[in-house]
C-alpha cells in the first residue's frame, strides 16, 4: 500500500509536467486499484499430505504463498481505497478506468 501511495505521489509530481491535480492522480490510482479489492480469493491448498519430494513441497509452499499474498493484496486494496477515498471522494465517482491516461499500477 506505501508502493501505491509512493506512485500516487510520483504520479502528481511527473505526469503532465507536474501540472496534474492531486485529486486527478488519486481518482486515477482509486480506478486502477479497485479491482485487486474484490478479486476472488484462491482456494485454499489442499490439506492433504503431499507425497514425499522436492517438487511436491514446492508446489505446495508456491500454493500457500500465493493465496498468502492475494489475500496480502486485497487487504492492501480495500485499505487504499478507503483511505483515497477520505481524500476525494468525488473524484472516485468521476473517474472510470476508461477514461484514465497513463499506464496503469500494478500490484
Do not use: K
Not at 4 to 31: C, K, M, N, T
Not at 67 to 82: D, E, G, I, P, Y
Request: proline share 9%; with cysteine; net charge negative.
Amino acid at each position: 500500500m506505501c508502493t501505491w501511495w509512493l506512485l500516487v505521489a510520483r504520479h502528481i509530481e511527473y505526469a503532465d509536467s507536474g501540472g496534474l491535480r492531486p485529486a486527478q492522480a488519486i481518482a486515477r490510482f482509486i480506478s486502477w486499484i479497485a479491482p485487486y479489492a474484490t478479486d476472488p480469493t484462491p482456494p485454499e491448498p489442499a490439506t492433504q499430505a503431499p507425497a514425499p519430494g522436492a517438487d511436491t513441497e514446492r508446489a505446495a509452499a508456491l500454493d500457500h504463498l500465493e493465496r498468502s499474498l492475494a489475500l496480502v493484496r486485497q487487504n492492501a486494496a480495500r485499505a487504499f481505497l478507503t483511505q483515497a477515498e477520505t481524500l476525494a471522494p468525488a473524484c472516485f465517482r468521476q473517474q472510470t478506468p476508461d477514461t484514465s491516461a497513463g499506464q496503469e499500477a500494478t500490484a
